[in-house]
């Protein structure tokens, strides 16, 4: 393999604070089992990311991004999230990859390194940022063509939705948790989401729907044809560990 310098993204160097990750699960409501687990910014205490998330700037960012996708990486195979096929869920900010190619070298030495399977691994990019759609674009096919999936995380809030999706399509959108709260008794929501779960299954996109915290909020959703969920209803993000989801039929 090629070094994997890139000036911008400096190897992860650079990011002075030290930090871990939480693993939440995604599960698959019809098969009954984890679909995926989230890798989630924490303090080396498992403190909330808030103090590790205000100390990300202009300065670091790139170097922060990079080493994100190594500690998850790392720790995600330690705990051997990879033996029953479950995917890896990393989120990486697009604003903070030069170019696509370059910027992707560490994450691929890293892989290799800890014999983690490139087709495991999910990257997930938030709207909650102003992204330049052609920018991002670059970054989905360089990543679909490397073995990755993409999830568009939070769809339904920030800066763009629908425009962003009608420019590219990720494989995964994740619906913002506001649509989700309480939708069991909003006609409206179930109304939006219903049409959203339309729109991705003729556009060949997977729905996950985040934030569940109720039965009703999963039965609603499941009506729905909602079948990857994340949340407290199933389980807390477990520090340096992988949780084991509850299932609400079994309530």
């Known amino acids: 393999m090629q070094a994997v310098n890139c000036e911008g993204c400096q190897n992860g160097v650079g990011f002075a604070l030290p930090f871990s990750m939480a693993f939440q699960p995604i599960v698959d409501v019809e098969a009954g089992s984890i679909f995926a687990h989230e890798a989630l910014v924490r303090g080396t205490d498992g403190a909330g990311a808030g103090s590790i998330l205000s100390a990300v700037d202009e300065d670091n960012r790139y170097s922060f991004d990079q080493a994100c996708r190594v500690k998850a990486i790392e720790l995600a195979s330690g705990l051997d999230l ?7 869920s990393i ?9 696509p190619s370059a910027c ?22 938030t709207e909650n940022e102003r992204l330049d759609p052609a920018h991002v674009q670059r970054i989905i096919a360089s990543y679909k063509a490397l073995g990755f ?13 629908l ?3 009608a420019r590219f399509q990720p494989d995964i959108i994740k619906i913002d948790m506001d649509l989700i709260r309480g939708i069991d008794t909003s006609r409206v929501k179930r109304v939006l989401v219903r049409a959203i779960v339309t729109a991705c299954a003729d556009l060949g996109i997977s ?6 915290e109720t039965v009703d909020e999963y039965a609603a959703l499941r009506d729905l044809g909602v079948r990857l969920q994340q949340g407290y209803l199933f389980a807390r993000p477990a520090f340096q560990a992988l949780a084991i989801p509850a299932w609400p039929d079994v309530f």
């Open 163 to 165: 425009s962003l999706l």
């Open 91 to 99: 989120n990486f900010l697009p604003n903070a990859v030069y170019e």
């Open 207 to 212: 729905v996950l729907a985040e934030g569940i």
């Open 104 to 125: 992707i070298r560490l994450t691929l030495a890293t892989a290799k390194r800890t014999q983690f399977p490139l087709d495991r691994l999910i990257f997930e990019f």
């Open 82 to 88: 990879q033996k029953d096929n479950g995917y890896l």
């Open 149 to 161: 999936k993409t999830a568009l995380d939070d769809f339904g809030a920030g800066y763009a939705g």
